[in-house]
């Protein structure tokens, strides 16, 4: 209690404060832009922050984090194109009622339930958070190794439509992170001969290579964020004057109110999703709604601009995010791209995330998660006074856009070293990002497997002095009994899903192929 | 009727889709297997790490290659909605063309300074994301190099290549 209390006041204090309304406005921006995600915000952000204290950075990048739910809903819901993932089910509903002329209402509903999903949710985990650290107390070296293969796995699984390439990305990211000096010899492993290899891993190039260029490289081939379906008949897509635009935030916080059941509910999946590695916001969004419609009185007008739908994929949307912080700070294991990034921050201001994070730095785990909590209610103020340049921005030119972005990737490259070698190196990452991407290969296990590799590296080495090199010390504890049980069920679920995606190919097949004449 | 299929520009995109898929399983099996290579005559404690998790890789890649190359020549009738491979070319040398654009704009910084070289690149990257006519790029390269340098220089106080 104590030390949540102090997270507070730390949260509170003014400089905390600007950086997390920054990346709040920031994430409005990210999220309300199609293409791109709060991760390629942060990756960009990540070595401006390191001028900043380590809570600051994370309170930031947490803000742009679920900013970008709330912001990613406007184009969702007037252009019927999600700007960020988690807001995919938001235009199912939403975009109808906006060719109805109630887009504003759409937007006021969508943003008082972001704000009602972040505040339930923030709450349960601020409760969560201390029962939990006990729990990582039994972590040892052996459990850490497990759990870093574990999460790796999990996401590689869930990321990306084959569980093998999710895997292999994960390793990948493994492997990249061992191109370094050992830290147990100090012997180079490929570095290519290039000293600039040879300290820490440089997280910043790949994370802007990854998740900046690649990026890029694949919007450039676009004309323009808005696709011609997408854009709806003329003079619909606004949200009126500001007395309007307060009418509809004042009747979206009502018509959110009136749904208590279904705020709870969707709020609970949201944040079960969010907690689980890898599932995140976009299963999370989509789960709601289901339930929603499934239990709703009026089923039937879901997909027709039911406000049930809106608040359900709001929620849920929100509520995930959160839930994705719990795994990222009790026990290291990020539960997305975003998350894994924020770990990346907290690494590059010298703390090592894991299951010794709550133990070490408790008031700044709670601050962060605080900074959710006033995250969630500062959407619905800062969200109503920004909707109108919000749609504005929907509408930025792509040759104007990505080479502004570029720039961007270009700053933060070489912000924090200043050495050039970084550019390339974060070129060469952007051209491996797009060929992987291209090849059906998904980059955020990758990222992932970057940034918790020296934590692997550094498990599996006192692991086996521990067990004096037997592989046995992976199994001497309950607790890594029941990872290891984790693993099973996992490869299991991945077998069953890759047998049942055969078979339904070969349906297909079969179905389609030309039939022969009698 | 397969005939015609397969010399649609669909099957081609379809076929196409393997290739890259193969292609790039190949190179990324090659790394894994130079990195394997490269790490043997380390000590122990220096190598087991990453022999576990290359070992364990390569594996998957060879799998991930077979399926990939048993699928790309067996005989079906997939489909892909991917567009024709000749328009699939252009925009991809055009996504090329950007890291090759920052990889020069890197000797550039080296050779000429960051302020002198950062116009340059910028102008480039507009250019690239079809920007025209030609002097707009450079028209909008100045403004975007003066708020990186009123940004980052003056408020945020990034230390930044001279």
Redesign the interface.
């Known amino acids: 209690m104590d030390q949540m209390l102090e997270g507070f006041v730390l949260l509170f204090q003014w400089q905390n404060l600007i950086f997390l309304v920054v990346g709040l406005v920031l994430g409005f921006v990210v999220g309300a832009l199609p293409g791109f995600e709060s991760s390629n915000a942060a990756a960009l952000l990540l070595?401006?922050t390191l001028?900043l204290t380590p809570e600051g950075s994370v309170i930031m990048m947490a803000a742009v984090y679920a900013g970008s739910q709330f912001g990613g809903s406007v184009p969702a819901i007037l252009f019927n194109v999600p700007g960020s993932a988690g807001s995919a089910a938001t235009a199912m509903d939403g975009y109808p009622m906006a060719l109805q002329g109630k887009g504003g209402l759409a937007i006021g509903i969508a943003r008082s339930a972001s704000t009602l999903g972040g505040v339930i949710s923030a709450i349960v985990i601020l409760a969560l958070i201390a029962p939990l650290a006990i729990v990582t107390l039994l972590f040892g070296s052996p459990e850490t190794f497990l759990l870093v293969l574990l999460g790796i796995s999990m996401v590689g699984g869930v990321f990306g439509d084959?569980l093998?390439?999710g895997?292999?990305s994960g390793?990948?990211g493994?492997?990249i992170a061992?191109?370094s000096l050992?830290p147990?010899?100090g012997?180079a492993?490929?570095t290519f001969g290039f000293v600039e290899l040879y300290g820490q891993v440089p997280f910043v190039p790949i994370l802007v290579g990854v998740f900046g260029?690649t990026e890029?490289?694949?919007l450039?081939?676009r004309r323009s964020i808005m696709t011609e379906q997408s854009t709806p008949p003329s003079g619909k897509a606004n949200v009126g004057s500001a007395i309007t635009i307060i009418r509809d935030a004042v009747e979206g916080v009502k018509v959110t109110l009136k749904q208590p059941v279904n705020l709870l509910r969707s709020s609970t999946l949201g944040m079960v999703f969010g907690i689980i590695p890898g599932m995140g916001t976009t299963v999370a969004n989509f789960a709601a709604y289901s339930q929603a419609k499934k239990y709703s009185k009026t089923p039937e007008k879901f997909g027709t601009g039911h406000t049930e739908g809106i608040v359900a994929s709001e929620t849920a949307d929100n509520a995930s995010v959160n839930g994705t912080m719990v795994p990222t700070l009790a026990v290291g294991i990020p539960g997305s791209a975003t998350a894994a990034i924020m770990l990346a921050a907290l690494y590059l201001h010298g703390i090592t995330p894991g299951p010794s994070l709550m133990e070490t730095h408790g008031v700044m785990v709670y601050a962060i998660l605080g900074s959710l909590l006033v995250v969630s209610i500062l959407t619905l103020p800062l969200g109503t006074a920004l909707a109108t340049p919000l749609i504005a921005l929907v509408k930025t030119p792509?040759?104007?856009l990505?080479?502004?972005v570029?720039?961007l990737?270009?700053?933060s490259t070489?912000?924090v070293r200043?050495?050039?070698?970084d550019?390339?190196l974060?070129?060469?990452f952007?051209?491996i990002g797009?060929?992987?991407k291209?090849?059906?290969?998904p980059v955020v296990p990758m990222v992932l497997g970057v940034i918790l590799g020296p934590i692997?590296?550094n498990a599996?080495?006192r692991s086996?002095a521990l067990g004096n090199g037997s592989l046995s010390i992976f199994m001497a504890s309950p607790t890594s009994i029941v990872i290891l049980v984790a693993f099973v069920v996992l490869a299991g679920v991945g077998l069953v899903n890759g047998l049942l995606k055969l078979r339904t190919r070969k349906i297909t097949?079969k179905i389609?192929?030309?039939q022969d004449p009698p | 009727?397969e005939q015609k299929q397969s010399e649609s520009p669909v099957a081609t995109g379809g076929r196409a889709q393997r290739l890259?898929?193969i292609?790039?399983?190949l190179?990324?099996l090659t790394?894994?297997g130079?990195?394997l290579f490269?790490?043997q005559g380390?000590?122990s404690?220096?190598?087991?790490?990453?022999n576990?998790?290359?070992i364990?890789?390569g594996a998957?890649?060879v799998?991930?290659l077979a399926t990939a190359v048993w699928q790309a020549f067996r005989r079906?009738?997939?489909?892909s909605d991917a567009p024709p491979a000749s328009e699939q070319l252009t925009?991809v040398s055009?996504?090329?063309l950007?890291?090759?654009v920052?990889?020069a704009?890197?000797?550039a910084?080296?050779a000429l300074g960051?302020y002198l070289a950062?116009p340059l690149?910028?102008a480039a990257?507009?250019w690239?994301?079809?920007?025209r006519p030609w002097w707009l790029p450079l028209a909008?390269a100045l403004p975007?190099t003066g708020i990186?340098w009123l940004i980052?220089d003056q408020l945020?106080?990034?230390?930044?290549?001279r």
């Open positions: 070595p401006l001028g084959d093998k390439k895997i292999i390793l990948l493994l492997a061992s191109m050992s147990h010899t012997e492993r490929l260029i890029m490289m694949f450039i081939r792509i040759r104007y990505v080479p502004s570029l720039v990737c270009l700053v070489l912000a200043g050495t050039t070698f550019l390339s974060a070129a060469v952007g051209i797009y060929a992987m291209r090849a059906g290969y692997a590296e599996l080495i086996m097949e389609s192929a030309p | 009727m890259i898929e292609f790039v399983t190179g990324l790394y894994v130079y990195f490269s790490i380390l000590r404690q220096a190598r087991m790490f990453p576990v998790v290359l364990v890789c998957l890649l799998l991930t079906t009738s997939e489909v925009s055009r996504s090329l950007i890291p090759v920052l990889i704009g890197a000797f910084i080296d960051f950062l690149v910028a990257l507009f690239l994301a079809g920007c909008l975007v990186v980052f945020v106080g990034v230390t930044l290549p």
